[in-house]
């Protein structure tokens, strides 16, 4: 796959930066607290809430990257000035449901999916990307079927791409006998995951990278 192409020419996200601009400083507090992390986290509040994420993947030197509200689009706007310095040997990313949730349609998801991808082979080289699916949640069920088309979409698009993108399916893992976002892995607020819905992303990935051999370098 070739890294050249500018597929997003403008992002609407640079308008608004100053919205996300308490989180993003967050950021690079956070960065300062660790040093030389072997496995970034970036993306949106799933990734910013994540307050275990340290203890679950203690093995790897992790660092939380997540910042609150974040879309994908939001997630290639700073990106440069976020990944400065950093030399990591794995990367996961969390991203793409608040894009949904602010009315984009799926091919526009893919379409900043596949920009992020081209701008992490340019900073970071071939280390494995690990992209989380986008989670069913209680208060966006309304948009079950974009959220099931867009990971089918972006799922279909890493296949294309080299071999060290990967695709981590926990749609499927967090509804319950119904078919509908299970209460037990969400906040009361029906938006944001709980421990329990932790511990299953946490299991996923671990198994994930176990299965594709996937380590630090």
């Known amino acids: 796959m070739g890294y050249k192409t500018k597929f997003v020419p403008l992002l609407n996200e ?9 989180d993003v400083c967050g950021v690079e ?13 970036y993306g949106s509040s799933s990734i ?11 093995e790897f030197k992790p660092l939380n990257m ?47 999916f596949k920009q992020i991808i081209i701008d992490l082979r340019k900073r970071f080289g071939n280390i494995p990307i690990l992209y989380i699916s986008i989670k069913p949640s209680i208060t966006r069920f309304s948009i079950i079927e974009q959220i099931r088309f867009t ?6 698009e890493i296949k294309k791409m080299d071999s060290n993108v990967f695709f981590i399916d926990i749609f499927e893992k967090m509804l319950d006998a119904n078919r509908f976002p299970n209460r037990l892995l969400f906040q009361s607020e029906g938006l944001h995951i709980n421990e329990k819905g932790y511990s299953i992303w946490t299991k996923t990935i671990k198994d994930f990278m176990i299965e594709h051999n996937i380590n630090l370098r």
Request: negative net charge; hydrophobic residues 40%; aromatic residues 14%.
């Open 29 to 41: 507090t956070r960065k300062k607290l660790v040093e030389n992390p072997k496995i970034l986290f």
């Open 14 to 22: 640079q308008e608004n930066m100053f919205w996300y601009e308490p």
């Open 48 to 58: 910013r809430l994540w307050d275990t994420l340290y203890r679950d993947f203690s």
């Open 151 to 156: 990971n089918k979409i972006i799922s279909s």
């Open 66 to 112: 997540g910042f609150g509200g974040s879309t994908l689009a939001a997630c290639i706007v700073y990106l440069e000035r976020l990944m400065k310095d950093l030399n990591p040997d794995i990367f996961v990313l969390y991203a793409g449901d608040n894009d949904l949730g602010d009315g984009r349609h799926p091919e526009e998801v893919l379409i900043f």
